[in-house]
């Protein structure tokens, strides 16, 4: 790695950091997919990998080894994603077979109708493109690749839009508490 680059990118150079994800994304993005196998939470490793890079670039010592620290963060911030699924998972199921029971006035069953309802409430305030990406992805189950047929545009243009809608989603449904985070993991990511 060019050694003028990473002392362009620790002074707060954004087009070094560009260069960098470049240089880097490809490869994080098939180390975190490999363990993932999903393309959203393998997307939000990479962008968790960059954003902590960036707030740790001035720490960075010559003697480190860039790409390294990289896969280090990114090794981390999958460990964190299984665990986070894993209790949420585990927390989720118990809500589902809460809400299978008879009883149609469970505390359940009324936060999992306001939080539907809030998401598309949310899903109506996106972009049209963006909403209508969204639409054939989540609830019509379309592929990234089917999408992009159906509406003649790239698959690039299709993850960006899906990025973009779960990222104003999840932050939108934050104010909602734990629950409505895993709603949205459960239901929308």
Do not use: C
């Not at 990473?6 to 098939?30: C, M």
């Not at 894993?86 to 118990?94: G, K, M, N, T, V």
């Not at 109506?124 to 545009?153: C, D, F, H, V, W």
């Amino acid at each position: 790695m060019d050694d003028k680059l990473v002392n362009r990118f620790k002074a707060g150079d954004k087009n070094a950091l560009n260069k960098l994800y470049t240089e880097y994304s490809e490869r994080l993005y098939r180390f975190a997919f490999g363990y993932l196998k999903s393309e959203a939470d393998t997307l939000d490793v990479i962008q968790e990998v960059f954003i902590r890079l960036w707030d740790k670039r001035e720490s960075l010592k010559e003697e480190m080894s860039l790409e390294a620290f990289l896969f280090t963060i990114a090794k981390n911030t999958i460990i964190s994603t299984f665990r986070k699924k894993i209790s949420e998972r585990e927390y989720l199921e118990y809500l589902k077979q809460r809400a299978v029971k008879n009883s149609s006035d469970t505390a359940e069953q009324v936060d999992y109708k306001l939080l539907s309802e809030e998401v598309q409430k949310l899903v109506s305030q996106l972009p049209q493109q963006r909403q209508r990406i969204y639409i054939l992805s989540k609830e019509k189950g379309y592929t990234n690749k089917a999408i992009a047929e159906e509406l003649e545009i790239s698959i690039k243009t299709v993850e960006d839009h899906m990025t973009k809608a779960r990222r104003f989603l999840k932050e939108n449904l934050k104010e909602y508490g734990f629950l409505a985070i895993l709603f949205y993991e459960m239901f929308i990511s």
